[in-house]
């Protein structure tokens, strides 16, 4: 069985850091682009940070420059730097695992960014 479990989210004042940590089980973790999404209320989910098997990264320019991820091989987790959160990074985060035509979703933790 999948499983794509997320931790870390919770609240913080605008300027603060989160990270975020995603536990993957069940996958050739290796093998896996994996990703993370978030979701705003009333907003389409929309792509934070991606990093291909071999480490290779993308970040949209929204977040560039504020946001790091990376992976964990041993552990099979994918994380999340955030740093300097701002209110507009308030959102539903989902971890994302792709290799071909499957796709794997995590259930989201949430990030709330108080002014």
């Known amino acids: 069985q999948v499983q794509l479990v997320e931790s870390g989210g919770g609240l913080v004042r605008a300027g603060g850091s989160l990270t975020l940590s995603c536990a993957a089980s069940?996958?050739?973790?290796?093998?896996?682009?994996m990703g993370w999404y978030r979701q705003a209320p009333g907003k389409q989910r929309e792509l934070v940070a991606d990093?291909?098997?071999?480490?290779?990264?993308n970040y949209p320019d929204s977040v560039k420059g504020r946001f790091t991820i990376s992976r964990d091989r041993g552990k099979k987790t994918v994380y999340l730097q955030m740093n300097s959160l701002n209110t507009e990074d308030t959102a539903v985060y989902y971890c994302?695992?792709?290799?071909?035509?499957?796709?794997?979703w995590g259930r989201g933790t949430q990030v709330t960014v108080a002014s």
């Open positions: 069940g996958i050739s973790f290796s093998f896996y682009r």
């Open positions: 990093i291909t098997a071999s480490g290779g990264t």
């Open positions: 994302n695992a792709r290799l071909e035509g499957t796709t794997y």
